[in-house]
């Protein structure tokens, strides 16, 4: 009968309880992981125990990270994930307005959200690695977090704050590293005092052309409970306290 078919509601999911692990049992412990940190979890389908480290690239992200995963009770990814990376929404979605009909845009604008939202809750309750970890993080730089409360309604979010000068500096040691120590295009000479004018010219049109630090403050000041800006230099000057008043 499909009338019925149709009136058919899913059962709301329960997650099962296990026993304790036995000393020594590999078996018995990955199955405890395995239904501990169930995707389908309410309080992480909802964000309540799902939290985020971002910020600008070469700001202390993983830094902040190693520390949350000091905690017992957390479990910070640092594999970088990017469900809800700034540059994720390209072009064509920016033209769906036009493109779509509004009703076609706003599906596939929620599918997309679903999925990012699954697919980085599953990620993460297949890479935790301590049974004691009660929320799960994740670590990575530029991340919208517009998008990700509106998939995530009860997350919590860390923003790593630096000094852009610095920022600059770590970014020019980093691209040195990834391009096997060479200076060619990074500097204009062999001295780590002069970087080049084009890599400075690039990084400030970039650092001026998102508006993401004006959202940061401003969801702050409305959400403090939830979104919490942490400065590089007071991390670094006072790492216990800082860290204290994180947690």
Same mark, same amino acid.
């Given at each position: 009968?499909?009338?019925?078919?149709?009136?058919?509601?899913?059962?709301?999911?329960?997650?099962?309880?296990?026993?304790?692990?036995?000393?020594?049992?590999?078996?018995?412990?990955?199955?405890?992981?395995?239904?501990?940190?169930?995707? #389908?979890?309410? !309080?992480?389908?909802?964000?309540?125990?799902?939290?985020?480290?971002?910020?600008?690239? #070469?700001?202390?992200?993983?830094?902040?990270?190693? $520390? $949350?995963?000091?905690?017992?009770?957390?479990?910070?990814?640092?594999?970088?994930?990017?469900?809800?990376?700034?540059?994720? #929404?390209?072009?064509?979605?920016?033209?769906?307005?036009?493109?779509?009909?509004?009703?076609?845009?706003?599906?596939?604008?929620?599918?997309?959200?679903?999925?990012?939202?699954?697919? $980085? =809750? !599953?990620?993460?309750?297949?890479?935790?690695?301590?049974?004691? !970890?009660?929320? &799960?993080?994740?670590?990575?730089?530029?991340?919208?977090?517009?998008? =990700? %409360?509106?998939?995530?309604?009860? !997350?919590?979010?860390?923003?790593? %704050?630096?000094?852009?000068?610095?920022?600059?500096?770590?970014?020019?040691?980093?691209?040195?590293?990834?391009?096997?120590?060479?200076?060619?295009?990074?500097?204009?000479?062999?001295?780590?005092?002069?970087?080049?004018?084009?890599?400075?010219?690039?990084? %400030?049109?970039?650092?001026?052309?998102?508006?993401?630090?004006?959202?940061?403050?401003?969801?702050?000041?409305?959400?403090?409970?939830? &979104?919490? =800006?942490?400065?590089?230099?007071? $991390?670094?000057?006072?790492?216990?306290?800082?860290?204290?008043?994180?947690?």
């Amino acid at each position: 009968d499909l009338d019925t078919v149709l009136k058919t509601q899913p059962r709301q999911f329960e997650k099962p309880h296990f026993e304790p692990a036995e000393e020594g049992s590999e078996a018995i412990v990955e199955q405890q992981f395995r239904v501990k940190f169930h995707p #389908r979890d309410r !309080a992480l389908q909802n964000g309540t125990n799902v939290f985020f480290v971002t910020g600008r690239s #070469r700001s202390g992200t993983t830094w902040m990270a190693h $520390l $949350l995963n000091s905690h017992p009770s957390l479990f910070c990814d640092t594999n970088e994930n990017s469900a809800f990376h700034q540059d994720s #929404r390209v072009k064509y979605f920016e033209d769906w307005p036009r493109l779509l009909h509004p009703q076609a845009a706003e599906f596939f604008d929620r599918r997309s959200l679903d999925l990012a939202r699954n697919g $980085l =809750i !599953a990620s993460l309750c297949s890479r935790v690695d301590k049974l004691s !970890a009660e929320k &799960l993080g994740d670590k990575t730089p530029r991340q919208d977090v517009h998008r =990700i %409360l509106t998939a995530l309604p009860n !997350a919590q979010i860390i923003v790593m %704050l630096r000094d852009y000068r610095d920022v600059c500096v770590s970014l020019a040691f980093h691209a040195s590293r990834a391009n096997d120590g060479a200076w060619e295009g990074f500097f204009e000479g062999p001295e780590l005092g002069t970087l080049d004018n084009q890599f400075l010219t690039d990084n %400030l049109q970039n650092y001026e052309s998102h508006r993401d630090l004006e959202t940061y403050a401003a969801l702050a000041k409305q959400t403090p409970k939830q &979104l919490k =800006i942490v400065r590089f230099e007071d $991390l670094k000057a006072d790492t216990a306290k800082t860290y204290r008043s994180m947690l």
